[in-house]
């Protein structure tokens, strides 16, 4: 695997071309790939840190980091994708590992909250995540609510 490079930025620190490329990722995944019309510009991005994964000029993964109650009581992690063009190569796992670091380094070792689409449940788990609602449709893609406990 070439070297990745993982970087994180507030909304108004990001450049026009990592926002394009972050939107474009998203875009191709949560929208063509998945084939789910939904509005994913829900301003939440502003007050959100963005986390990117960097293979050279190809922007392989991304999360966004929202403050706790924008989209949960604590903190979250959301719109975790990766590129079709490095799937199956662990970025996956290394991007949510750096995403949970930064999480806690923006706002203190927390409970961490996650709305993860059902079928990544086993992915979710294997990072210390609980189930902890049932099934629920959102956008037509079924989910669930996670949340990493915090350890000492």
Known sequence: MQELTF???????????ELYAI????????VV???????????KDQVSIHVMCWQNELLAGYTRLVPAGIAYEDPS?????????V????????LMNYSIRT???????????????FYLRNFYTSLG?????????????????????VIN
């Open 129 to 149: 995540f609980q189930q902890c609602s049932d099934i629920y449709l959102e956008d037509g893609i079924q989910h669930i609510k996670m949340f990493l406990p």
């Open 7 to 17: 970087i994180h930025k507030s909304f108004t620190e990001l450049t026009p071309y």
């Open 23 to 30: 939107l474009q990722l998203r875009s191709e995944v949560f």
């Open 103 to 117: 999480t806690y380094d923006a706002w203190g070792k927390t409970t961490i909250t996650i709305g993860a689409q």
């Open 77 to 85: 992690i959301g719109r975790v994708v990766t590129s079709p063009k």
């Open 33 to 43: 790939e998945q084939n789910c019309v939904f509005l994913d510009a829900d301003d």
């Open 87 to 94: 799937r199956h190569a662990g970025i996956g796992k290394l």
